[in-house]
């Protein structure tokens, strides 16, 4: 595909990265054992921050160019026998969302084997693995395996392996406090980089270390979402488009006084997903601003009503309680998700996160919802 009209070449001093100085907070007994023993250097500070993008339009154009992207879920065997025969058990944690897997090692997974895990990651939308030996390095290369990985221009990451990022609240809380009415980001049901012009795909979270009590992580699908709305108010929506918004802020370098700004990018408001060929509902409250053609006021009424039809319906998400060492991968294009923080920070978690991007989304109008390729009514 030909680059994007604005595509340009991006100032060194975005990409490069410094080290901080070694952070006062301990890290988590579990989390330097695991880092160690992959040979990452702790020796200058933990974790690497990235030289942060000042303005806008230096944000903007990081990967700002079209390119193509081969789903590996679209070349799998539909039967995802290689993978399935090969697990000790297949969970499905709910009807509509959420698979385990027991028995296999993610990084020991043939071509064959992660083509059908991308499959039934676009079926299920998020499966899980616990009891994972993976290293920062590998659970990278199997990001790689998926598509580009993100490197994050904002978010701390491992040592040397950028593109692995840090999730640490304990860390996070050193530049933004979190607390019981106001839990912080990650709290609130979102979708990972949508400001993008190819957004995120398979996100893969693995936690070396969890608190004992609370934390879960729930999630939502967008298939199911979908299809609770009506055949008639979905023509509303089919092929409408809506403008997405990042979650970090830059200054505009032209006008420096009119304050932070998000980077805003124009997708449609229902998705396809290439493996499946299923629509899919694609908003969520953090970071979805404006229907394109309406009003403000006109879409804020139709946007709230999905927003609440996505998050109110406990029967199309399921809540998933962590175990050290557990991994999950989720397929943002098809999924909102929500992190709980009702344990309070009272004990340390910490995981690495590799996230793929994907297509550029697109529409298609002859589309079936998941139901109706299962042959279940829509009803």
Partial sequence: MAPSATAEPIDSRIVDFVVPKKDTIQLPAPARARLEKAGIDLSNG???RPAKPLYLDDASRIRNVEREHLDAGARADKSKSALLSAAKQVIHLTSHIGTEIVGLQLKDLTNQQKDELALLIAERSVVFFRDQDITPQEQKKLGEY?????????????????GVTIIWPALQATERAASFRQPGGASRWHSDLVHE??????????NDTVPTLGG??????GYAAYSKLSPEFRKIIDGRQAIYVSAHTYLDRNNTTAGPK????????VRVHPATGWKALFVNRAMTKQI??????????????LYDVYEQNVDIQVRFKWTPNTSALWDNRITIHNASWD??????????????????????????TRRQALGLSDD
């Avoid at 998000?262 to 408001?269: A, L």
């Fill in 292 to 305: 394109v053609g309406l009003d403000k006021a006109e879409s804020d009424v139709i946007l709230n009503y």
């Fill in 343 to 368: 344990y309070e920070g009272s004990e340390p978690r910490h995981g690495t996160r590799v996230t793929s991007l994907a297509e550029k989304p697109y529409f298609d109008p002859g589309a079936p």
């Fill in 216 to 221: 879960d992580t729930l999630w939502a699908s």
């Fill in 146 to 162: 998926y598509g580009e990985v993100e490197v994050h221009p904002q978010v701390p990451h491992v040592p040397g392996v950028p």
């Fill in 46 to 48: 933990y974790p690497q």
């Fill in 262 to 269: 998000h980077i805003e990018r124009t997708h449609p408001i």
């Fill in 197 to 206: 012009l190819h957004p995120a795909g398979i996100t893969h979270l693995h």
